[in-house]
């Protein structure tokens, strides 16, 4: 096997094994850009070593080879005494993780090499600082020192000549600090920092391959949904200086906006600095136009190579480079990350420049972005105590207590609070509390500071250098410049979108996207057009491509009329239970506590009629498009008192010696309806079984209610649809009562009535028999929530809180089944039951109404199996449209 390529042998579709990072550096190299002569270990070579716990055999060879033709390229020596090479050592999985660790730059410096290379630059003082900072990186990364330490030291040494710049300190000053580092070393460690060039290197490589496993690189790839075993390359890069003096320096730039998607220059540079600190916040960057001042020969060459690397991948680039001495480099490039809104704008730009087609357009934005772009917004009409102002580095509104540390925010939102990270710079450590935050606010770093790039990969909202505000972490609390205070548990609202800060929480407001779905636009603004606009076309364009139905769960009228304004093609399942609630649980009483068929039918009577509204609503809602009602489903306990209160109501009055009749028989009937295990018990077509005239009532309701909208010129489609069969024997009695009812009120309306009957199949016995089912069937719906539960034998309403994250953690599965369908266990009998079912019934309807039905991964997978439609909660229906066109794709 072949371990090591160097830059010019590989190319940007190699990620898999080069990494992201490899990958493009060779693509960059192989396109002529100026990029430092290097080389990448494979994945191939990271995932041995992880298993094996050492490098596998040949690495170390194929590296020294590959070191020497650098160092011969080059003309200098890893280390080398006199005039040192220095590389840079940084990882690079396929999938960017700002949870692991980058890099560790310098390495080949040592006691001796820092007269080479002070020589060399003629610096001494940038020797003795690039020493400093070897040692530093090294500790903290190879060694696993904590960096506090070395920051202390530095931070010393900064106090003592009274600066709080590293650019005020003096070639003495970086002497002695490397001093301090090296004991500092060889306290934590036992052991001296190594001297050796080639040990270093390979130190710093088998770093990289362990900090695939580095607690937050699995966390953060748990929140990705990032396999588990991908392993990270290795890129071994010559070193370039940015931070040689004033005509040095190092940035970072998009190659348009990452936030809003308008084209332009977007970028962050920062004088006589190195590597990372840029992208780490350390000192405040200026924009990039400003570079055209500073160096215009190598400002247009960057913009140069922008629009190269836009036109070469046909996408936003985001991109870091560095200035040594007026000569540019390019050191990483990638399809850069954008905002949701940023997604949809920028595919649309690439249509309209002939970069890319529609269909290209359609799959570059997904469902989870839509998703975000229907979040609410700030009410601008609301009053709003401003307090600073920062960079819109990833948008939504966010209200939160306010907390320092993340510690803080996963404890208190564990608790149930809503919380805003409060930091003045975030590292990867605060991965976690970022997770757990609404929204992240930071008082320094730009627009690619970490804050800003995880925050915007994480779709949390996020506003960054707010440099009006004094944060200080350790006495939990935060000052505006006009000296307001604001405590640790203050409530802010922060809005990513443009930046700003609000003392207290702001009323939040509609977005454009979903005013768009609705049909009115109310938000105005060039901005809101613009991302209107593209979202219209890629929609259309989905629509016109996907081969599945959308239709929506919907249980009322105003519902089904916002679904269908969503673009929903019918109601996928009307829940009727929460019909049986409020005023309305009386007569649920006293259909259960009847004892005589009077009883019975009087309060079935009572429900007659309410029940036909109910339905002529949705109908005329949903005029000219099906309407699934799915009859009676949860257990009758559900509409009863708890039993632990109606006993105690019924003890305490026994005790006064007033118990009331009523209230006994009620806790009687509620003693009898009591079950272990209700999901597995009374309830669904049982009910409809058990309870004399319960499922004719409702299919009567139905059917009225369907002559009544025809009678007015409607033109309703009801479809009956039966929860919880087993077996077809189920389906079959209760048809034949349906299709009486049905005949029934088609005499007495003289309206022509044809409803579909059928069932939902979520039940693994349903799924297993479909093929009998779909003999008594119309159409299938399948009920992935309860089908789940009984595949896994998972109690829906429990597992979440009770062992989810557990598993989750162990990486039994990287997403709840019942968020995205199981598509192994589940998803094979939806398979089998849709073939089996249209085996026996080739016109048979199947869809899906499930929570899955909404879901863009599950979405795919029904494409895939090829149902009719998808049925899910009107919010979710663009969702859904969208995921459905991509999937045709
Ligand atoms: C289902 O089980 O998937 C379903 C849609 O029905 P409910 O959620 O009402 O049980
Ligand atoms: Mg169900």
């Known amino acids: 096997t072949k371990y090591v390529y160097d830059f010019a042998e590989g190319n940007k579709d190699l990620k898999d094994l080069l990494g992201g990072k490899g990958a493009n550096l060779a693509e960059m190299t192989n396109i002529g850009l100026p990029v430092p002569p290097g080389f990448t270990i494979t994945t191939e070579a990271c995932r041995a070593y992880l298993a094996d716990g050492e ?5 170390r060879a194929e590296i020294a080879d590959h070191l020497s033709r650098l160092e011969e ?36 410096l040592n006691d001796e090499s820092v007269h080479g290379l002070a020589a060399q630059s003629g610096s001494e003082r940038f020797a003795w600082d690039s020493y400093r900072r070897l040692i530093q990186m090294f500790g903290k990364i190879v060694l696993g020192i904590e960096g506090e330490r070395f ?54 490589v088998r770093a990289v391959f362990d900090s695939w496993n580095a607690e937050r690189a699995i966390l953060y790839r748990r929140q990705e949904r990032i396999p588990a075993d991908l392993g990270t390359a290795v890129n071994i890069v010559a070193m370039v200086f940015g931070n040689l003096g004033m005509d040095s320096g190092t940035g970072v730039a998009f190659t348009r906006d990452p936030a809003s998607g308008a084209q332009g220059i977007y970028g962050d540079y920062l004088q006589n600095a190195q590597g990372e600190d840029v992208v780490a916040g350390i000192r405040n960057t200026v924009p990039l136009q400003q570079l055209a001042d500073i160096d215009r020969k190598s400002y247009d060459e960057l913009l140069d190579i922008m629009a190269t690397l836009e036109r070469h991948y046909r996408d936003l680039c985001d991109i870091e480079f560095t200035i040594e001495r007026g000569k540019l480099w390019m050191l990483q490039t990638r399809v850069g990350k954008r905002t949701a809104a940023a997604a949809y704008v920028i595919a649309n730009q690439l249509v309209d420049e002939g970069m890319i087609d529609l269909d290209e357009a359609v799959r570059r934005v997904n469902g989870a972005q839509l998703a975000q772009l229907m979040f609410p917004r700030f009410d601008t009409e609301a009053k709003k105590e401003r307090i600073a102002r920062g960079m819109n580095a990833s948008p939504g509104a966010a209200v939160g207590r306010v907390v320092f540390d993340s510690y803080t925010a996963v404890k208190w939102s564990r608790s149930g609070e809503k919380v805003i990270l409060v930091r003045r710079e975030t590292n990867p450590d605060d991965l976690n509390g970022m997770i757990a935050a609404e929204g992240i606010l930071t008082s320094r770093g730009g627009k690619t500071s970490h804050a800003a790039v995880v925050a915007r990969g994480m779709g949390k909202t996020c506003v960054c250098g707010a440099e009006e505000l004094d944060v200080d972490t350790k006495g939990r609390r935060l000052t505006t410049r006009d000296g307001l205070v604001v405590e640790e548990g203050d409530v802010l609202s922060i809005d990513g979108s443009n930046g700003m800060v609000y003392r207290g929480e702001v009323p939040v407001v509609s977005s454009p996207v979903v005013e768009y779905f ?61 019909m049986f609630l409020g005023d309305r649980r009386q007569h649920v009483e006293r259909l259960i506590l009847a004892d005589t068929d009077d009883e019975r039918e009087s ?19 949903m005029n000219g498009l ?76 139905i059917a009225e209610a369907a002559a009544q909208c025809r009678a007015a010129g409607g033109n309703p489609h009801a479809e009956i649809m039966i929860p919880l069969v087993g077996t077809v024997q189920e389906l079959e009695i209760i048809r034949a009562e349906a299709e009486d009812v049905l005949a029934e009120v088609s005499r007495e309306s003289g309206e022509q009535l044809h409803c579909l009957i059928g069932t939902m199949i979520e039940l693994p016995r349903a799924a297993l028999t479909a093929g009998q089912i779909a003999g008594a069937a119309e159409f299938f719906s399948f009920g992935t929530n309860d089908l789940t539960q009984t595949v896994w034998g998972f109690s829906r309403d429990d597992v979440e809180a009770a062992f989810f994250s557990a598993y989750l953690e162990k990486g039994i599965f990287g997403v709840s089944p019942f968020e995205t369908l199981d598509t192994d266990g589940v998803g094979r009998l939806v398979r089998l039951a849709t073939e089996e079912g249209r085996a026996a019934r080739p016109e048979l309807k199947v869809g899906v109404c499930g929570e899955h039905g909404g879901d863009p991964d599950s979405v795919h997978f029904f494409h895939q199996v090829g149902l009719d439609y998808v049925s899910c909660s009107p919010f979710r229906v663009p969702v859904a449209r969208l995921e459905a066109g991509r999937a045709a794709l």
């Open 55 to 59: 490098p596998p055999d040949g690495l």
């Open 73 to 108: 390229g080059i003309g200098r020596r890893l280390g080398d005494p006199a005039d040192p090479l220095l590389v840079s050592v940084r990882s690079g999985a396929k999938f960017s993780m700002p949870g692991m660790m980058e890099t560790v730059l310098n390495v080949g």
């Open 151 to 204: 920051d202390d030291a530095l931070e010393d040494k900064k106090r003592a000549r009274g600066s709080d710049s590293d650019l005020d300190l003096t070639t003495d000053d970086f002497r002695t600090l490397v001093d301090a580092y090296k004991k500092i070393v060889r306290d934590a460690t036992g052991r001296d920092f190594p001297q050796e060039p080639a040990e270093q290197m390979s130190q710093a």
């Open 518 to 578: 609705e049909g009115r636009q109310e938000t105005a603004g060039a901005e809101a057009d613009v991302l209107v606009k593209a979202v219209h076309r890629i929609m259309t364009r989905a629509d016109e491509v996907r081969c599945l139905g959308v239709r929506a769960n919907a249980d009322t009228p105003e519902d089904a009329a916002r679904a269908r304004r969503f673009g929903a093609q019918g109601v996928g399942l009307c829940r009727t239970e929460h």
């Open 603 to 621: 309060a079935l009577s009572a429900l007659l009629p309410l029940q036909r509204d109910d339905f002529v609503g949705i109908f005329t809602a």
């Open 626 to 701: 099906p309407v699934t009602v799915r009859l009676l489903d949860p257990p009758l306990h559900e509409f009863l008192p708890d039993i632990t209160e109606l006993s105690v109501r019924v003890a305490l009055a026994e005790a006064r010696g007033d118990a009331n009749e009523n209230d006994l028989r009620l806790l009687q009937a509620v003693h009898k309806l009591h079950e272990q295990n209700p999901m597995l018990g009374l309830r669904g077509v049982r009910l409809g079984l058990v309870i004399p005239g319960l499922f004719t009532m409702q299919v009567r309701a």
